[in-house]
């Protein structure tokens, strides 16, 4: 079957006929794996997406997605697919090959097959793929399931049936799941979801409160808090280096200290050996010589600060926490310092901002 494997038979370095392609393309002559061989083609030897476009109509989203799905296509004729199958999809299905992307190419074919035997459309291509890469990167496949494409279909059916209250879509989703089962134990934990069905009284587990944080900066760092400027070296030096024990950044340590949670922004989880200061714009302009307007009036704000005492090397466009009169100064140096640097000041951090005072003391406005 692997003659029919589509290539790109112009390398880079060898002309290519460019009106060709283009009329090919505008006139849709042969069937989408040429024009996606025509669009590759183009794209190698200099033209964009876009001017692509403008002279064939082909949008550069359309492009793509032919392209992608035809390197799939080329895995299925590869691995030998079914007749049946590469013939489907020669002619159709773009769009269906093009979800696969996500899969490995022997659960690309598996999937392939499903396709083209239930006569499933793209939307239940991308399911049907979303399915199979979840039930992969499982360490084992689910009790009573097994990793094949229907299979994988079924369970994530039987999970959604589970989690159903209305006796009508849960009934539509243990259709599905029998539907597509492949195995006979499959089929068997479905079956067992139908005792609920004649039976509503029968009891199921509640659903587990189950959440994942999508991004690092969303975990707070918690770091010990040093006290509130003015102080003094050794306030700043008797903190302990804070042991973060990952992947919920837990922290142990001995001691009686104040602890702050920052944002787990890039700057805060940059910091090796941070603690915080604890000041406001008064007792900061003191230690500083920098000014920060406060956000109140006629009061000072209060703000904290970042120092990481293992980043001691001098960099010019950064400031240093240094010892002046047995006090903690903050500084910046244009030239390399003689003295010790103590720890380098990565963040001033304001508090949230208050758009309206008055309304932040009377809620009752804002409720209305």
Not at 120 to 138: F, N, R, T
Request: contains cysteine.
């Amino acid at each position: 079957m692997t003659d029919n494997a589509p290539t790109d038979n112009a390398p880079n370095g060898i002309e290519i006929d460019t009106e060709t392609l283009i009329t090919q393309l505008r006139q849709k002559q042969g069937t989408w794996v040429d024009w996606a061989i025509a669009c590759q083609q183009l794209q190698k030897h200099g033209q964009s997406a876009q001017q692509i476009f403008e002279q064939t109509g082909f949008e550069p989203i359309q492009q793509n997605q032919i392209i992608v799905a035809v390197q799939v296509y080329a895995g299925l004729v590869e691995d030998n697919a079914s007749e049946p199958t590469l013939n489907h999809f020669k002619q159709r299905g773009s769009d269906s090959l093009h979800e696969l992307r996500i899969l490995s190419k022997p659960d690309r074919l598996a999937v392939a097959e499903l396709l083209v035997s239930r006569g499933m459309d793209s939307i239940a291509a991308k399911e049907a793929a979303k399915a199979v890469k979840e039930i992969q990167i499982l360490s084992e496949a689910p009790s009573g399931f097994t990793r094949h494409p229907g299979d994988a279909i079924a369970y994530q059916a039987w999970k959604s049936a589970q989690n159903q209250r209305d006796p009508q879509q849960r009934a539509k989703f243990i259709s599905k799941a029998l539907q597509f089962a492949h195995s006979d134990t499959a089929r068997t934990e479905v079956e067992k979801l139908l005792t609920g069905l004649v039976d509503p009284t029968v009891a199921k587990a509640p659903r587990l409160p189950i959440f994942r944080l999508e991004e690092s900066d969303e975990m707070p760092r918690v770091l010990p808090l040093a006290g509130k400027l003015p102080l003094t070296v050794a306030d700043l030096q008797a903190i302990p280096t804070v042991e973060t024990i990952e992947p919920f950044r837990m922290v142990r340590t001995s001691g009686d200290f104040t602890w702050v949670a920052l944002p787990g922004w890039q700057v805060v989880r940059r910091a090796i050996d941070a603690v915080v200061i604890l000041a406001d714009t008064d007792t900061f302009k003191e230690a500083s010589g920098q000014e920060i307007r406060s956000s109140f009036p006629n009061q000072a704000e209060e703000i904290l600060l970042l120092v990481d005492r293992a980043q001691v090397e001098w960099q010019s466009d950064r400031y240093y926490a240094v010892e002046k009169d047995g006090k903690i100064a903050l500084t910046w140096f244009g030239q390399a310092p003689t003295q010790e640097l103590l720890g380098q000041v990565l963040l001033i951090l304001r508090q949230p901002r208050i758009l309206d005072e008055e309304l932040a003391v009377d809620v009752w406005q804002v409720d209305e």
